[in-house]
């Protein structure tokens, strides 16, 4: 049986890494390069489609200047709608 993230988690996921990446002034593009990643990977995780793995998550958080836990963690000032 394949496990799969909750849809919540995933969502918070997207949305951190979409905030994060904005932040920096990256496109999925250059966040894509940083991670050696291809960009379509980049926007299937901040469309919540994909189920990141730990050292994926790892890559990303280093690329944006955070760690795991706070790519994983709701923001309060976090718009839902960007």
Known sequence: MV???????RTVLAE???TFRK???FSQEELAE???LHRTYIGSV???ERNVTLSTLEV???ALGVTVPVLLTKRENASSNE
């Open 60 to 62: 990303l958080a280093a």
């Open 16 to 18: 951190n890494i979409k």
């Open 3 to 9: 496990r799969k993230s909750s849809d919540s988690l």
């Open 23 to 25: 932040e920096k002034g």
């Open 46 to 48: 901040e469309r919540h």
């Open 34 to 36: 940083r991670c050696n």
